[in-house]
């Protein structure tokens, strides 16, 4: 399977600490993009990184992408209870060009 | 940044029965997306619906299961026939924005439970 991986599977924080989640995949690609689901409705795309991009700031969002490992980390900051929601990586596969997404991350923050 | 709404946001349907999913967007877009997501799974690409082509579909989806309508360049259908348990899911459509960032949107999904 082309899916990418994310871990950890599972996440659950405290209100105000940082959250970390990362996103391996298997392909070479164009971009990645990073979405959020709060509880089975659409995805909201959050942050959009380039192959040729390091690093990415957006708020309290922050997102890296080193291709040669074909990894990439997405933190949260200060964290909020709003934030609880699940998180998909997803790669524009530069052969096919279309996107593949992560397994995801389902993060808690605990007020 | 593209709108997209979708209709029905959810549904109860009987086996052996079919529904269509509508999914209408705010601009014009020429790359639309039908994604299904079974419970507690990632995202499954369905099929690729380009305005003035038929449909392409992914590895494990059919045309006879999942017809697929695009008559223009807001709007798409997506139905599927047939339908059995195995077919719950939340059935998404996306597009593709234009220019240089490829920035895909999605619409809220469609809730489908079959009994």
């Known amino acids: 399977s082309q899916q990418g991986e994310e871990d950890p599977q599972a996440l659950s924080i405290q209100e105000g600490e940082n959250a970390t989640m990362n996103c391996s995949y298997k392909?070479?690609?164009?971009?990645l993009q990073w979405y959020r689901q709060n509880s089975g409705r659409g995805l909201v795309h959050l942050i959009l990184?380039?192959?040729?991009?390091r690093e990415k700031h957006s708020g309290r969002l922050r997102v890296t992408l080193d291709t040669s490992k074909k990894s990439s980390s997405l933190l949260i900051t200060a964290s909020r209870a709003a934030d609880t929601a699940s998180y998909f990586c997803?790669?524009?596969?530069?052969?096919?060009?279309?996107?593949?997404f992560g397994t995801g991350t389902r993060l808690k923050v605990l007020a | 940044s593209a709108v997209i709404s979708q209709k029905p946001s959810r549904d109860i349907c009987q086996r052996g029965t079919s529904l269509t999913i509508q999914c209408q967007v705010d601009?014009?877009?020429?790359?639309m997306f039908w994604y299904r997501q079974q419970p507690g799974q990632s995202l499954t690409l369905i099929a690729t619906a380009n305005q003035g082509s038929e449909a392409t579909y992914e590895s494990g989806f059919v045309i006879d299961k999942f017809p697929i309508s695009r008559p223009n360049l807001t709007f798409s259908t997506l139905t599927v026939s047939n339908m059995s348990p195995e077919d719950s899911s939340i059935y998404l459509c996306?597009?593709?924005?234009?220019?240089?960032?490829?920035?895909?949107?999605f619409g809220p999904g469609t809730r489908l439970t079959v009994l």
């Open positions: 996306s597009v593709r924005a234009g220019g240089s960032t490829d920035t895909q949107y």
């Open positions: 997803a790669t524009l596969n530069s052969g096919t060009y279309k996107y593949i």
């Open positions: 990184i380039r192959s040729n991009e």
């Open positions: 601009s014009q877009v020429t790359m």
């Open positions: 392909t070479s690609i164009n971009n």
